[in-house]
């Protein structure tokens, strides 16, 4: 059974762009989650879709904002981009939605790097 | 709002060596999450525990729930290089579905 991916794995951008993130889940998986991974603030939680509809949000600013596809499938897109935006992106999968009961299964990150 | 504390950040000990790393909160949560990553990779479920007290063996790890369920910790025998990484605990209110809450870390490196 293949992993969750993501891509790409790194990316470069300036201040002031625009970048979107892809995530496929693990097959089966209906619901995805995004979070944030800095040296300083650790993993924060962006937002969760479960069939294609966004059922939390952490607080992130409205710059951050995602959709997820008919096929689980989920973006991520961050506007106007600033440079404490620099972090690891994760995106994570679980069958039964997010809960800390359920396991979440974490792709390998997108490294986006903000100049 | 629900907040996880970990200690220690840092530790770095030698291979065969035993050490304990905590998950604090003031908080109650319904259950509580222990993950592993590694470089370059994202976190990989190790353990989640329900019940207070609960006790529950992986090999040479053991994770431990509070009786009041507002912390835990993980103990590791005979450390080996491969345990190297960074350990999060995270926890929720364990509902159907809600946000998942994780802490800071602590980054364990095991030195031959």
């Known amino acids: 059974k293949a992993g969750v991916t993501q891509t790409p794995r790194y990316l470069i951008k300036t201040r002031g762009q625009q970048v979107t993130l892809s995530c496929s889940p693990i097959?089966?998986?209906?619901?995805v989650s995004w979070y944030q991974q800095t040296p300083g603030q650790g993993l924060q939680f962006l937002f969760e879709?479960?069939?294609?509809?966004?059922?939390n949000k952490g607080n992130f600013p409205g710059r951050f904002s995602g959709r997820q596809f008919s096929n689980s499938r989920s973006e991520m897109n961050v506007s106007t981009l600033e440079l404490g935006d620099s972090a690891l992106y994760l995106c994570?999968?679980?069958?039964?939605?997010?809960?800390?009961?359920?396991?979440?299964?974490f792709g390998p990150g997108t490294r986006l790097t903000v100049l | 709002t629900q907040l996880l504390e970990q200690s220690p950040q840092f530790l770095s000990i030698q291979e065969g060596e035993n050490l304990t790393v905590y998950c604090n909160s003031s908080?109650?949560?319904?259950?509580l999450q222990w993950y592993r990553q590694e470089p370059g990779e994202g976190p990989v479920l190790l353990v989640t525990?329900?019940?207070?007290?609960e006790v529950k063996k992986l090999k040479r790890l053991t994770f431990q729930f509070g009786d009041a369920r507002k912390d835990s910790s993980l103990h590791i025998t005979a450390a080996q290089t491969g345990d190297t990484g960074l350990y999060l605990c995270?926890?929720?209110?364990?509902?159907?579905?809600?946000?998942?809450?994780f802490g800071p870390g602590t980054s364990l490196s095991v030195i031959p």
């Open positions: 097959s089966g998986h209906r619901s």
């Open positions: 525990v329900v019940t207070g007290g």
């Open positions: 994570a999968s679980s069958y039964q939605g997010l809960s800390s009961y359920n396991e979440q299964f």
């Open positions: 995270a926890g929720g209110p364990g509902t159907s579905y809600d946000k998942v809450i």
């Open positions: 908080s109650v949560f319904s259950s």
């Open positions: 879709y479960f069939s294609e509809t966004q059922r």
